[in-house]
């Protein structure tokens, strides 16, 4: 491949993605935001590796990473893909909410083959579980650690047993 | 006492045992001077041949994501030079930005050039580091003297500035913590053209040794789809052939306004990741040497409190530090701290690619490979 040229794309190639994931994912798109210079691309859970598909055939080549995020309040988390073209210097996050009582989304690692440890980080921080993932085990933490640390009712010994000495930001 | 018979048979069932070239599972590391931390790969060998290989990490898993979540986001910066401590800085600054882009903070052109600076002579070190380390892995004992011997040149200069090497934890939100100190300006200049005649010499030292080039060339070549693919970044991903810097695709630090070439390497080899780093160093020479004569006067931090909150709202970014793309995607509710950091990290990405590099080499492949991707674990396990 020849190195890409400089442009000052980004915002023209943001919104051709966003028209493109229109057309293509038709009302399976729930929400398209442009928000510092990123397009945020909101699906349900099941149409994920669909998705992330389409972005990289059009031209989304690059996976930068997975990860989770734990809205207990909402009762849901959020897995959030993040993908990168080097050809139009664009990027997109593509989000989908999983009930937190039954954490399930398929894994896209056949789409993006970087994308298996990201999940599997992923999985034991937040216990999100991949679908169809082939090698779902502890990547980071030992295997004997139990619960999901990244969970937000997990709680931080260190913060239990001393309370934070900061004059402003106690607790 | 064995019959001639029996201990015929005997030897033979040894030389058959020892002769089999059955799998065999090696353990490298946790604790082996290749992996930079610690590190293991669980190599399986049949013969000297790689049938799989598998990286084992976490052995340094601090859980930054997890405390991120307890700080304040003035506190959160001394945790994030200690993710890759050879480069501390090129850590800090990332996390500022996104910070400061979050709650709209305009940060002084002075404050913006020195952080240029000093995120430019981190990278030097960095790299000086590398070259050296790299010859060490080959089994060349001088390199390393004289990697770590050009490193403390930057490695001074940031000290002088910051009063540390490593954990420099002088970007702060809204700028940098204090001007450069006095004869700091002056002294940068010698140093940049000593780098320059180092660099010469790094491509002389290694390039021209034919057992280097023997070792390296053709050796664990990453394809530009694979990278991509993984998300191997930096220097990597350069060196497979393909421009992708976020100098020179994302507005931070005002690195648009600095001329520099971005080197891409061809076939992706180990002998490419090595070059490309030593043509990398030479244009970070340039951008500093650019960066001073750019030195506006002026303030240098917008003095942002220490009660700081991040407004409510999401950003990712990213910054192209020497092991690769170096990002912060945070998710902030409006609270003391912030509700989510996810840390992107370079080595991580470039380490996954590991088993489809590793696969159907030679044991003694490993440790180049190993090597040329340099990483640090510490920036793999967060």
Known sequence: MSPSAPSAAGKTSLTEAESELRILLGDALLDATEDHGQLIARVPPDRRPETLALLKALGFTFYSFCFGVDWPDENRFEVVDHVYSPEDQARVTVKCDVPRDNPRVPTVINVYAGA???ERETWELFGIVFAGHPRLRKLLLPDWQEGFPMRKDYVLRARVEKPWPGEFFSG | MATDLETKGYITAITERDMATGDMVLNIGPQHPSTHGVLRVVARLDGEQVISAEPVLGYMHRAFEKLAEQRSPMQNTALFNRLDWVSGFCNEVPYCIACE????????????????????????????MFCGIYGLELGALTPPMY???????????????????????????????????????ERIPPILEYYRTRIEQWLEFLIDNDIFVKRTRGIGVLPVDVALDYGVSGPNLRASGIAVDARKEEEYLGYMDYEFEVPVGNRGDCFDRYVQRVREMWESCNIIEQALDDLPPGAINTGVGRTFKVPAGEIYIRADGPRGENGYYLISTGAKEPYRLKIRTGSFSNVSVLPYLLKDTYLPDIVAILGSLDFVVGDIDR
């Open chain 1, 116 to 118: 298996d440890w990201h």
């Open chain 2, 101 to 128: 882009k979050l709650a709209g903070i305009e940060v002084p052109k002075r404050a913006q050039v020195q952080r240029v600076i000093l995120f430019e002579l981190t990278r030097l070190a960095s790299h000086a």
């Open chain 2, 147 to 185: 990697g770590y011997r050009d490193r403390e040149y930057a490695l001074d200069l940031l000290e002088m500035c910051t009063g540390q090497r490593m954990h420099t934890n002088w970007a702060r939100i809204g700028g940098v913590k204090e001007d450069f100190p006095e004869g700091f300006y």
